[in-house]
């Protein structure tokens, strides 16, 4: 499992190359001192990269005025000679400038489209491995096109990855012709996309692919041919045995990655490790959860069990210790040990009391799907673990499914990690810079932008309840609306842009909800997004990547009017949904409308944030405060929770190394 030459082909069922990065394993101490050295040298790489810059686009503008003036036939024929030069030098930097330039015009006789040079900037410095900070409308999916087409002329098979798959699909859809004119081969990675389509789609020289299906594949590769991988000692000898039935893994190496929405995907994914697992026995489960449900229903609040801060967590008395005992008395198997009998019937009055459909999960079909918190998307194939999944379907009365016992497991920081190159883009870096160097090794570029910023930020406002709060969005809407402007109100939950939307119903305002449970309809409801009065309720499924394109007479009316309803547990996701407005240099506003009921408020102690709301005057500012203090104690706990994540992870990969086994 070595890094091989990128060059190298692919020739199944034999597998002789499958580039993947070494996983050294890094003590924290090692992280630290990296991160240091880093840092010290962060000066110096800054006060050079503007003149690096210079010179390369210098370089780019004389390589682009002599393919302007070709005819197609003499570029077609530059196209072809170019390649066979640029899989020679792989990437220089002589070969990345004359890949560049021949890819912008390319961008230019197909889509009509000449990039900036803040995009070829940007692309310069994702070939060089780096992470690009560009501001939300800059135009990233053109700048992602530029390095994945000349790193794909290189020879090098190239990995372009979205937050989802409708990002994934429109974007290879939108950029196909570049490819296609280029002579590189394309493909896209879906849900339905079966082990054979996506073996020969992993062969095309780009493939456009969500974080979550890549490194699935990764896994079930991995699954399949041992921790050493398709190069390894066991999956030769299975090659040798079983020469007929041994198929090649489906993907072949991790050469080279873009990731677009990278803060997205290297933080707030990186929280839940990936893990691939076999059911349970159905019928079992819904006998535990039966007794385990009708338990907690026979306990009785703030004698058996209290709930506690701000009733979002609770805790059993030693009554109801005592109760559980006493009702498990005729069961038998886990019932028998108090430890795991308190576990079972606390997760059962947590479902009972604390988790609500609408909020953390969906009753879809008869299935519970579990709602994202920072998308706001349904996870259709994630489950919760510990039988809580199957403790919410028996509450529910849906069918209950079997359990998850997890097979295989791997965090994404490890994962990225492997990719012999890795690059990225997102519009909100900086406050997770210092993360993303010392975690995967990628130093943020900051690529400045292309016009001055025309969204304006409006005061917030912050009311006593979540009513007041509703009731001035809808004010503050239709006096937009009757502007000619367009709206876009931000809701934290599927359940929170129901009630909006009951709300402009109730207001006779006509308008769209594109949530978790409208997703099918995405690509209609964005389409129509930028339109003059148009009213658009979405969940943060519209917070990234979404482009909403407006009418001219809505440019001249002020742009697309932004409200954010709540504010996020990181404040780069309140950015990115403030970042739908003003792009391009378009106008655009943002007002922040908030209530101190608001969720976000009960990560800070209930107390405190009670007795504010019950002071007679609080001003503005100290209300903002406590928001402030809220998202960076929740940003802190997430970050934590982050890092235990790959401490654990390196533990467990250590005892792994010494028992063997699972990724
Ligand atoms: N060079 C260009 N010339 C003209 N229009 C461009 C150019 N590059 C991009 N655009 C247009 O700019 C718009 C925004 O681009 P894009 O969606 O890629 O932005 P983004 O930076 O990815 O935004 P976000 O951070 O919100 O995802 C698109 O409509 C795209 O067609």
Partial sequence: MSQTSLLAGFAPPQVRFYPERVDQERSRIDEIGEGALSALTRPMRDAVYPFRARFDLARISRISRRLKAMSDADFDAEIARSRVR??????????????????????????????HNVQIRGALAMLRGALIEMDTGEGKTITAALSAATAALAGIPTHVITVNNYLAERDAENLGPIYERLGLRLGVILEDSSPDDRRSTYRCDIVYASNTEIAFDYLRDRIDFGREGPLGTRAKLRRIAEPETTKPPVMRGLPFAIVDEADSVFVDEARTPLIISRRSDPEAEAVWTGIALDIARALRRDKDFILIGDEKRLRLTDTGRQTIADLAREHTGIWESPIRREEVVSQALSVLYIFKNGEQYLVNDGKVQIVDEYTGRLQPDRSWSDGLHQLVEASEGVEITGQNLVIARMTYQRFFRRYVRLSGMTGTAKEVKRELLTVFRLNTVRIPPRVRSRLRFRLPRVFRTKTQKWAHVVREVSREVSLGRPVLIGTRSVAASREVSEMLTEAKLEHDVLNAETVEESSRIIAAAGQGGRITVATNMAGRGVDISLEEDVVKAGGLHVVLTERHDAGRIDRQLAGRAGRRGEP???????????????????????????LPVVSLAVRLRLFDRAQKRAEKMHARARQDLVRQDRRLNQLLSFVGGME
């Fill in 86 to 115: 640029l899989r020679r030098d792989v990437l220089s930097d002589r070969s990345r400038r004359h890949g560049v330039a021949l890819v912008c015009e390319t961008i230019f006789r197909t889509l009509g489209l000449r990039p």
């Fill in 588 to 614: 655009g506003s943002v007002s922040t409308i908030l209530s101190l009921e608001d969720a976000l408020l009960d990560v800070i102690s209930a107390t405190a944030s009670k007795l504010i709301s019950q």
